[in-house]
């Protein structure tokens, strides 16, 4: 039996990615500018696409008595104010990454259901990893203020890296 060994040389490939595009939520506090920071880090180390989101809350209709009760103008002018706000979060982060080169899209997202809107938005945006900030809270208050956080974590279907 006689074998030939030959020997090609294999054309180098591009370097697999392992994340496409990155969703980092924010909501401009000091926890959630360390979870935009590394999104962008690791948004340029894997030339990913990066979507940063901020949902913007509605005004409480509130009917306790005794509670200011704005008109439907009124209100409209607080959720405007906010709208703009979160915009001017997210056109500042999307000049940092763009100038680090990182291509990025910006979303505000107008709702009560943050960890809902946060999940909605992957799964629209076609995401492969979500990046975010935890407020670390225990015990009471964690019951009395909830989690979005941990409700992403246990919702989603995509990985999760969180910051604290």
């Not at 989101?53 to 607080?78: H, T, W």
């Amino acid at each position: 039996m006689r074998f030939h060994l030959s020997w090609h040389p294999v054309k180098p490939t591009a370097p697999i990615r392992m994340f496409k595009k990155i969703l980092v939520a924010t909501d401009g506090s000091v926890l959630s500018k360390k979870a935009v920071k590394c999104a962008i880090g690791m948004a340029r180390t894997h030339q990913a696409e990066l979507l940063v989101v901020n949902v913007v809350p509605r005004y409480p209709l509130s009917y306790f008595e005794g509670a200011a009760s704005f008109s439907a103008d009124e209100i409209g002018v607080i959720e405007s104010r906010w709208s703009h706000e979160a915009q001017s979060l997210l056109d500042g982060i999307a000049e940092r990454a763009n100038a680090e080169g990182v291509k990025t899209r910006t979303v505000a997202i107008s709702s009560d259901q943050v960890a809902q809107a946060l999940l909605l938005a992957a799964k629209k945006h076609k995401c492969d990893l979500m990046v975010m900030a935890s407020h670390g809270r225990k015990g009471i208050k964690r019951l009395l203020l909830g989690s979005e956080t941990q409700h992403v974590l246990t919702h989603s279907t995509l990985p999760v890296l969180v910051l604290r």
